[in-house]
């Protein structure tokens, strides 16, 4: 299980890494955090959610300006696995695990962006309504993937 989830964690770290437009690496960095609460379990999850967006500022992969949002950012990934490792079960369980965890993650960053933090306007936008569009996304991808890549795990 932690070779798994440091696997999950580089591949989460690489697909950052490669700077493509927020509605490309926002879905995909999502969907690398529900396959890994589906591959590893909601630990797995929780622990990748945690140390992404930190290591992607020590990294230099998040701005500097968005520093003050790195605790709200690991607390909405948290909750995003939790939350879905929690509810998902089978056929449209998933789906609403999906809804309602993306909705949670929304809550907490954009919560976080519009009453504690004093981020400028642009950053401020992109940990918005951003956020909820790429979980969803995202969250929608990895179930679509998940339960067939971990059969195939599982049988390797």
């Given at each position: 299980m932690l070779t798994r989830t440091a696997l999950l964690l580089a591949l989460t770290l690489t697909v950052q890494s490669l700077r493509l437009p927020t509605f490309i690496t926002g879905p995909l960095v999502n969907m690398m955090l529900i396959l890994t609460t589906i591959i590893v379990g909601?630990?797995?999850?929780?622990?990748?959610g945690l140390f992404t967006p930190w290591i992607a500022l020590l990294v230099g992969i998040?701005?500097?300006?968005l520093a003050p949002a790195v605790p709200f950012i690991m607390l909405g990934n948290a909750s995003y696995c939790f939350l879905f490792g929690r509810l998902g079960g089978s056929g449209w369980r998933k789906v609403i695990a999906v809804i309602i965890a993306s909705?949670?993650?929304f809550f907490v960053i954009g919560g976080s962006v519009q009453y504690l933090l004093k981020l400028p306007a642009p950053m401020s936008q992109a940990l918005l309504f951003p956020q909820l569009i790429t979980a969803l996304i995202g969250g929608c991808l990895a179930i679509s993937i998940g339960y067939s890549l971990q059969?195939?795990?599982k049988k390797g």
């Open positions: 909601t630990a797995g999850g929780v622990f990748v998040l701005p500097a300006p909705l949670f993650k059969g195939l795990l």
